[in-house]
T-cell receptor, first 115, second 115 residues
């Protein structure tokens, strides 16, 4: 079974530029998550999708971050414009169903460096 | 709201020695508890989880954890570590009966196994 795929693996941009990350969850998984992991901290949930609907985006900085999952499968997370403090690893995860305690399976992450 | 505390940012240990990684949590509701491992440049992988029932949970790679409700702890143990166990370990909780599957992570403990 293929795992969660993410691309790119690494990205370096200048502040105020825009960037987009892509995630393809495990086949059949209805729930998709985006986490932000800043160096030295644990991952923090940015947004959770159930199929193509948003379940929780309470910690997404909506003035600069956006995410979509148009067909209920893959998803894109965008940052525009980027700030220095956005430097982090962005992890995508998926689970079969929405409710706890279903196991979340994580992708390898995208490491973003904002200069 | 829930929070997770991992007091030890780094735990050095010699190969074949036992190890305990500490995790304490705070929550006003019942929680599910998880331990994830993150190898360098990889995503998070589930080690084990406590949902209900027996307070001693066994996971992959010889790890086990014990849920202690009175002390609000979920410490991770392994009787004999290997060099390959060197990684970052994250404790996480999610709310029982919650509407989402949101994981709240601790800041992580780096297990450094020395020969």
């Amino acid at each position: 079974e293929a795992g969660v795929a993410q691309s790119p693996r690494y990205k370096i941009i200048e502040k105020r530029q825009s960037v987009a990350f892509w995630c393809n969850p495990i086949s059949g998984h209805a729930t998709l998550y985006w986490y932000q992991q800043i160096l030295g901290q644990g991952p923090k949930l940015l947004i959770q999708f159930q199929n193509n609907g948003v379940v929780d985006d309470s910690q997404l900085p909506k003035d600069r971050f956006s995410a979509e999952r148009l067909k209920g499968v893959d998803s894109t997370l965008k940052i525009q414009p980027a700030k220095l403090e956005d430097s982090a690893v962005y992890l995508c995860a998926s689970s079969l169903v929405q409710g706890p305690p279903d196991t979340q399976y994580f992708g390898p992450g995208t490491r973003l460096t904002v200069l | 709201a829930q929070s997770v505390t991992q007091l030890d940012s780094q735990v050095p240990v010699f190969e074949e020695a036992p190890v305990e990684l500490r995790c304490n949590y705070s929550s006003s509701v019942s929680v599910y508890l998880f331990w994830y491992v993150q190898y360098p440049n990889q995503g998070l992988q589930l080690l084990l989880k406590y949902l209900s029932g027996s307070t001693l949970v066994k996971g992959i790679n010889g790890f086990e954890a014990e849920f202690n409700k009175s002390q609000t702890s979920f410490h991770l143990r392994k009787p004999s570590v290997h060099i390959s166990d060197t990684a970052e370990y994250f404790c996480a909780v999610s709310a029982y009966g919650g509407a989402t599957n949101k994981l709240i992570f601790g800041t992580g403990t780096l297990l450094a196994v020395q020969p």
